[in-house]
């Protein structure tokens, strides 16, 4: 495929204020008929089980009321396309994949960290200056200071970069009001970028992200307060998915982290945590114990910790934007997990300290060139696995018939350029939920 038209294929994001964000909205989905037939492309449908990237070459893909209702190839259709469908799709010879889930994100936040970052290279460390009361803390600050709005249009943004790269799911974390109402009202903003954006939103609670300067010396006193308080008022309001919490030396450690579990199990909830990024706290152990959805990071994760997870079924996430910003020399053991079989999930991890990386694709490249991983793993990472570790498995991250019809068309000749390119954006187009909602001009500007 001529790369030159990779370029003027980049999908803009298209709104009309007031209206719906949607090109083509749904009307009226005939019983009889799909609404949509993508044809005249191959699909890397990323099912479990499959080798590589489970690919269907020449496939045909039915889409009615938001579900995927058919897959296969083209040859094989059970009548000619427009008999099957009201809109026929051509892919361009392009290839498709399941929507992309970015599944670690802290894309909420006041401010940001371009001056630490200054600091940080003449020398001083992320740790010296979380130590100091800079880092996370002075976030915290500017996210206390900023109102929901505020907070929504300087993360509206970041959400929308990474939906024109083909994420259709993202996580959405707490953890820079570490008061109440600040809390609350991050998980707010994730919801509000879920009703305004085309995208499902999953938003996980952490409270236990730092200890607030109030509370210096009163750490039993800032535990119970995300327990009893933060909490279950997030909860019953219904703003969280998840509760994570940073299980580090500069946080909390495992046993604090425990109590946290404890409180998210008392609601049902289920739990993630960062574990081991920096130094070994024991995380992964702690997040098999919880049944975690996912253990994140994991530079400094042990052997047992590892065994734990793969026998516990917890998704290890990878976060190479991390490792890479702050200068970090040591790799999470990438061959012993997957030597026990724990499945890889990667994330940007988009946070304005250690990774602000508001590029999907270029957290697979990093996977790949600093963690070693294959661009299968990587593709899975971002698909099959980044769904599994938001507890979505069922509905989305593979192609699947009766799978949400969360689908991208990428302008490449074979799927490991996902992983390969750095920089530039072989998008072309993003369905979600049976709608084309980025790249519609591809299909001749209007209605197709
Ligand atoms: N781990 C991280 O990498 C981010 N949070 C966390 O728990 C960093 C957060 C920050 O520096 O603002
Ligand atoms: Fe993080």
Not at 25 to 30: I, K, L, Q, R, T
Not at 250 to 264: L, P, S, T
Request: with cysteine; net charge negative.
């Amino acid at each position: 495929m001529p790369l030159e038209s990779v370029a003027s294929a980049v999908p803009r994001w298209v709104r009309t204020p007031g209206a719906s964000p949607y090109l083509f909205p749904m009307d009226g989905a005939s019983a009889s008929r799909w609404d949509f037939l993508w044809v005249n492309l191959h699909a890397a449908t990323m099912r479990s089980g499959e080798a590589g990237y489970g690919e269907i070459h020449h496939a045909a893909v039915g889409v009615q009321e938001g579900y995927i209702r058919w897959m296969g190839r083209e040859s094989e259709l059970p009548d000619r396309p427009h008999a099957l469908a009201r809109r026929v799709l051509d892919g361009g010879g392009g290839w498709l994949t399941p929507g992309l889930v970015d599944a670690h994100t802290h894309l909420v936040f006041g401010g940001n960290r371009a001056p630490e970052f200054e600091r940080r290279l003449s020398g001083v460390s992320y740790e010296e200056i979380a130590r100091e009361g800079g880092g996370i803390r002075s976030t915290v600050q500017a996210t206390r200071s900023a109102s929901e709005e505020d907070l929504f249009q300087a993360a509206r943004p970041r959400a929308e970069a990474l939906l024109s790269e083909g994420v259709t799911t993202l996580e959405v974390k707490s953890g820079y009001g570490l008061d109440v109402e600040t809390e609350l009202r991050m998980l707010r903003v994730g919801r509000r970028l879920e009703r305004e954006l085309p995208l499902n939103v999953h938003g996980t609670f952490l409270g236990a992200h730092a200890l607030p300067v109030e509370y210096e010396g009163r750490r039993e006193e800032y535990l119970e307060l995300v327990r009893r308080e933060a909490l279950p008022q997030a909860a019953r309001e219904g703003l969280v998915d998840s509760v994570d919490a940073f299980c580090e030396a500069i946080a909390f450690d495992a046993r604090e982290c425990a109590r946290i579990f404890d409180a998210a199990q008392a609601f049902n909830l289920p739990v993630r945590l960062h574990a081991d990024q920096l130094s070994d706290g024991g995380g992964a152990a702690l997040a098999a114990r919880y049944r975690a959805l996912s253990a994140d990071h994991l530079e400094y994760a042990s052997e047992e910790g590892i065994r734990a997870m793969a026998d516990a079924g917890v998704v290890a996430g990878l976060l190479p934007g991390a490792f890479y910003f702050l200068g970090e020399k040591r790799p999470p053991p990438i061959a012993a997990m997957r030597e026990a079989g724990v499945p890889f999930m990667v994330a940007t991890d988009l946070n304005p300290g250690s990774s602000p990386l508001r590029s999907l694709l270029l957290a697979m490249n990093l996977a790949c060139t600093l963690f070693r991983l294959t661009p299968v793993e990587a593709l899975a990472g971002v698909t099959r696995n980044g769904a599994r570790a938001l507890g979505a498995g069922e509905r989305i991250g593979t192609l699947e018939e009766g799978k949400l019809a969360d689908l991208v068309l990428w302008e490449v000749d074979h799927p490991s350029e996902l992983a390969y390119w750095i920089g530039g954006n072989p998008c072309r187009c993003v369905m979600k939920e049976g709608r084309i909602v980025a790249g519609a001009e591809s299909f001749g500007g209007g209605r197709p």
